[in-house]
């Protein structure tokens, strides 16, 4: 109908932010916005993963894939990865990874001399863009507390007398659609807001057991006993897991409809965790920003065919044809 708006003007509120944490609520728009921001934060915000390792000496028990594969999925400081190009997209370079536009080059020389088993770890892999280093020697760097006999880093190889291992390895711009290393989350989930109403009026004619009854049957502590007015209360409705248990208990205790509970289908409660490659807050930040190129995109589509080769049939589809 010509005339009619179904704009939305979604809204974020903060509920609590860490570095590699981030709580926050999506309010004003529907599931289809909430899950694409979800899946654009775990597969297509960009960061920096080495992928490409040349091995120069190494005599270690791992083989050559086995360490290329472990240093790939070392997680890298990676605040300018926005700005970086695509080494398939750099005009500048013959993909050799001395780019200073798409590629950030490693060394690592490790040999053991001694008797005692020696670690080689990502603390021993030297950068030249000291902005792109591993996540544990970065928080190291900016910790007090850093316990440097208990944090050696991560583990890649254990050498013993005589062994050595020598290797050049390239690091460059990726997304989690092309490889799990790229992802820039250990996890993001999203939640309905519950819409807990107790019928106080049925509640009322439970004994104090039946209600402490009721109340223990939920796995997750979500209502509880006022010790003053011996009512039950929502004391942390965000607890609630829909696992229906209440409303289960309810019915077994012959009281149907002894509390309603809904999903609000227009808010949201997000949890963001990341790898540490980039700050969670960013993450969030950035995922919107390709959501708005991807939009951007689509909107292009409808009225020129230049966008067919990214969308293929959808834009054509788009525009009728």
Known sequence: MEGISYQRFPKIKIREMKDEYLKFELRETDVSMANALRRIMIAEVPTIAIELVEIEVNSTVLNDEFLAHRLGL????????????????CDACDGDGQCEYCSV????????????????????LLTADPNVIPVDVA??????????????????????????LRLRAIARKGIGKDHAKWSPTATVTFMYEPDIHINEDMMATLTLEEKQSWVESSPTKVFDIDPNTQQVIVVDPEAYTYDDE??????????????????????????????GAVKASQIVLNAIEVLKQKLDAVRLSEDTEEADDQFGELGAHMRGG
Do not use: Y
């Open 74 to 89: 070392i997680p890298l400081t990676s605040d300018k990865a926005m700005g970086m190009r695509f080494s398939r997209d």
């Open 105 to 124: 080059e490693f060394h690592l020389s490790v040999r053991c001399d001694q008797d005692q088993t020696l670690d080689v770890t990502s603390a021993d």
């Open 139 to 164: 928080n190291a760097a900016r910790s007090t507390s850093f316990d440097s006999s208990e944090n050696k880093g991560i583990i890649i190889v254990k050498l013993r007398r005589g062994q050595e």
């Open 246 to 275: 209440v409303i289960k208990k309810a019915e077994a205790m012959g009281k149907p409809g002894l509390v309603e509970i809904t999903g609000r289908e227009d808010s949201f409660i997000f949890t963001v965790e990341s790898t």
